[in-house]
């Protein structure tokens, strides 16, 4: 069983220091990243097999992203190259209140071109899991592309998880985010999303309003404090961990990870464990903030089983 991602690819550069807006970055670090390709390398280091869908720039940069995944064993027969647009770039800093701070260079980049001839359902068909996130929402030809890939999972019987993802400054409008994060929805069993996500798409902290029919589990990130995970009967909290953070680029997407490898483990009867799933997710997410980066900080399951081990719950 394995697990397959779509969406982008890019070029992180991580501020050299922390408590500053990008613009009064002195330097930065080049990191791969990209939230779903995240999660597919993460994936692989939690000890399953994974897939990566997307388009990327004919150009250094998009080979260099593509020779990382390969290097860390994800299946890339799925990822294209053109020479119509350039590989994606974000500059990324932590400020001073613990928020990141992101400069986006997509005008437009090579995955926003991505169209729905582009994508390998072949690569899907093989997969349990399918995994997506909004950015390649925001336009066409990206959208039918995503859209394509989504339908065409679920009509295979894919599990699909979610992530929407939330990146305001792509967007052309707040009501424009809304609506195409929504609109991902519909096919979901396995939605994820932070408190400030949910907030945005529904105005308070109820997720009544995200259900969906066919969705099984909602969860809600909390940052440090944790997460909590909905079933339509129920809900459970689960508390974050105590680390040094350096870096939070990738948590969410590590933690994302976490969860999907864990219903794969447990397979129909995850809904039976969701307490267990939740704190491994939150794990993984936790070690993910301690060093720069995201895919150079994801953990590998032995990792994640350590830090559990040294942190029992109470």
Known sequence: MSIVCLGELL??????????????ASGFLKKPGGAPANVAVAVKRLGYDSAFLTQVGDDPFGH????????????????????????????VALRADGERSFSFYRQPSADMLMRPEDVALDVIDRQRIFHFGSITMISEPSRSATLAAVQHAHAGGKLISYDPNLRLALWSSADAARTGMLGGMDYTHILK????????????????????DGMQVIIVTHGARGATVYTRQRSHYAPGFRVNTVD?????????????????????????????????????????????????????????????????AD
């Open 193 to 212: 999303v932070s408190d400030d996500e949910l907030e945005f798409l529904t105005g308070g902290s109820d997720v009544a309003p995200l259900w969906r």
């Open 64 to 91: 260099y992203l593509a020779g990382v995944l390969k290097d860390e064993g994800v299946e890339t027969r799925g990822v294209r190259f053109t020479d119509a647009a350039r590989t994606a770039l974000a500059f």
């Open 11 to 24: 070029i992180d550069f991580v501020a050299l220091e922390s408590g500053v807006g990008v613009g009064e």
């Open 248 to 312: 939070t680029t990738g948590a969410g997407d590590g933690f994302v990870a976490g969860v999907l490898v864990r219903l794969l483990d447990y397979g129909d009867d995850f809904a039976d464990h969701l307490p267990e799933i939740a704190r491994f997710a939150n794990a993984v997410g936790a070690i993910t903030t301690t060093e720069f980066g995201a895919i150079p900080a994801l953990p590998t399951r032995a990792a994640v089983e350590a830090f559990l081990r040294a942190n029992p």
